[in-house]
């Protein structure tokens, strides 16, 4: 049973004529990680906006089509979005980094001790432990981007949306957060994220959709991101179009990996 | 491009948050129309050296300059007659109603007359292919989009020094297109271009010098594609070679070539030495 199902969802910002989203159909199961790839206005923030109940609920606008989504039950966690403005996401209740990532498990209700594992846990899953003493508003922006995650998967969530959640980390930060993905997926979450971090999708995501003009255009395991048409989207891996642009021919190679072993053949 | 052409020095400079070290006793220099990526792992310092330059914090020892100003003793304002700086969440600084008069806020602030800054704005939208936009509110617009339009604002103050941290997050591969060509035209122009940046693949497009930052020192000094096709080196220094220069490395190619073009060119040339692969 898919976790969140969007059926042929459209949907419209306040006062704008072009809808965001057009006709948009999709269902994340349990445990599987959903790549949204596409080019600025291609509707990816949008879809999880929407995916999340914040659109059309908080931002306004309108929608159109069936959106639904399958929780856990009461009190668990339900869907936790990662937008891509970290700074615009703390509480402005805490006044340490633990006190903040504690704020959603407490809003759930839960007893104290099982809020205490669940924030240790998740401060250790993003390696910032030692920063659980500080103040947030003193954070970098790859501080911070980490210490929203935290807070968001303290929570436990069903559903998972990230909208480019590697987008202020460094590498080291980058290659966590994709670990931290694969390792929520294998314990059921549901997880869509909508990333320009093409090269990291041969590694994370189970499934990629690609976006254009709010529309998904294709559907397909990342492979996808190696196809002539994404390729001219500009939406393949870096080695898939670098092999394309040196005419080595099709079918291109996803990886430094994949390159490797045809080269070497 | 540049009003006028001045070296970006610093020499010797530390500087702490409180009882927290962000830089110690870090020295460089960067010529008119040097292009220098800043490197290093989150909270290295990289964002402190940034506001240095724009005399938003000044050094506890040691000196910053551009050209003949010492940054001490001048308010960020007095500096942007020679700095142009976007800060890592560009978007979120627009507030004018249009595009173009975000773009025209920092030429009006130097006082220029209405031509020039006419001329500015018109150029620096150019630079970004903004022009269609001109006329559109910036919250309309996506925040890449808005990203741009800061750049665009920094350009238009034909500044002789311009930092930049992460101007690429968000981008997707034709915006990142359009950064790299404006910096590559305002460096050809004669200005000091320094990025602070976690995107190696795009610093490799357009960066030739790399100053990496590790724990407030600078660690590495030297080209940028000596660092890229390293791993030795990329690894203690937290980095990871983008995908381009992997490839370069993991298929030995001849002159281990980092922008993707490059690699591209030499993997057909080596490939149609040795037949089909």
Request: net charge positive; proline share 14%.
């Given at each position: 049973m898919a976790r969140l199902t969007l059926e042929r969802v459209s949907f419209w910002y306040?006062?704008?004529?072009?809808?965001?989203?057009?006709?948009v159909s999709l269902a994340a199961a349990p445990g599987e990680v959903i790549a949204l790839v596409g080019n600025v206005g291609a509707g990816a923030s949008t879809l999880l906006l929407v995916a999340a109940d914040l659109a059309p609920r908080v931002v306004g606008g309108k929608i159109e089509g069936r959106v639904n989504f399958r929780g856990r039950g009461k009190g668990e966690g339900g869907r936790g979005i990662v937008l891509p403005t970290p700074w615009t996401q703390l509480s402005g209740m805490a006044f340490t980094v633990w006190d903040e990532v504690a704020f959603g498990p407490a809003n759930l209700g839960w007893p104290r001790e099982r809020i205490a594992g669940a924030v240790d846990r998740s401060l250790a899953a993003l390696d910032i432990g030692a920063l659980a003493a500080r103040d947030p508003a003193t954070l970098s922006g790859g501080e911070l981007q980490r210490v929203v995650i935290a807070g968001i998967i303290a929570m436990e969530p069903a559903l998972l949306l990230l909208d480019e959640p590697t987008a202020e980390l460094d590498p080291e930060g980058a290659g966590l957060v994709w670990r931290l993905v694969r390792a929520l997926a294998g314990d059921g979450c549901s997880i869509v994220v909508a990333t320009s971090d093409l090269d990291a999708l041969p590694e994370v995501a189970d499934r990629v959709v690609w976006m254009e003009d709010g529309v998904v255009r294709r559907i397909g395991a990342p492979a996808l991101l190696a196809e002539e048409s994404v390729c001219e989207a500009g939406l393949a891996t870096t080695v898939a179009d670098v092999w394309r642009t040196a005419r080595l021919g099709a079918p291109y190679p996803l990886t430094v990996a994949q390159a490797e072993r045809r080269w070497r053949q | 491009m540049a009003a006028v052409n001045a070296e970006l020095r610093f020499e010797h400079v530390s500087f702490s948050y409180g009882t927290v070290p962000?830089?110690?006793?870090v020295s460089f220099s960067l010529a008119p129309g040097e292009r220098a990526a800043l490197l290093?792992?989150?909270?290295?310092g990289k964002s402190t050296v940034l506001r240095l330059v724009t005399g938003l914090v000044h050094p506890a020892e040691g000196t910053v300059s551009v050209g003949d100003w010492d940054?001490?003793?001048?308010?960020p304002e007095s500096l942007a007659r020679r700095v142009g700086s976007v800060f890592q969440h560009a978007d979120q600084q627009l507030f004018a109603r249009s595009l173009r008069d975000d773009v025209a806020f920092g030429p009006r602030a130097l006082g220029l007359a209405a031509a020039e800054i006419a001329r500015r704005v018109d150029t620096a939208l150019a630079a970004l292919e903004l022009t269609a936009h001109a006329?559109?509110?910036?919250?309309?617009?996506p925040p890449a989009f808005r990203k741009l339009a800061a750049l665009a604002g920094a350009l238009a103050l034909e500044p002789a020094v311009l930092v930049l941290d992460e101007p690429t997050a968000g981008l997707d591969r034709p915006l990142r297109a359009r950064v790299a060509r404006a910096l590559a035209d305002s460096a050809a122009a004669g200005v000091v271009v320094l990025v602070a940046t976690h995107d190696l693949a795009f610093a490799a497009e357009v960066l030739e010098r790399s100053l990496v930052l590790d724990r407030g020192r600078v660690a590495w000094d030297a080209p940028l594609a000596a660092l890229l096709t390293s791993s030795e080196r990329l690894a203690p220094l937290g980095l990871a070679p983008p995908a381009g220069a992997a490839l370069s490395a993991a298929l030995d190619?001849?002159?281990?070539?980092?922008r993707e073009r490059d690699v591209a060119h030499a993997l057909a040339r080596v490939a149609a030495a040795r037949g089909p692969v």
């Open positions: 306040p006062a704008m004529g072009r809808p965001a989203l057009r006709d | 962000a830089l110690r006793d290093g792992r989150n909270g290295a940054t001490r003793g001048r308010a006329a559109e509110h910036p919250y309309d617009l190619l001849p002159g281990r070539p980092v």
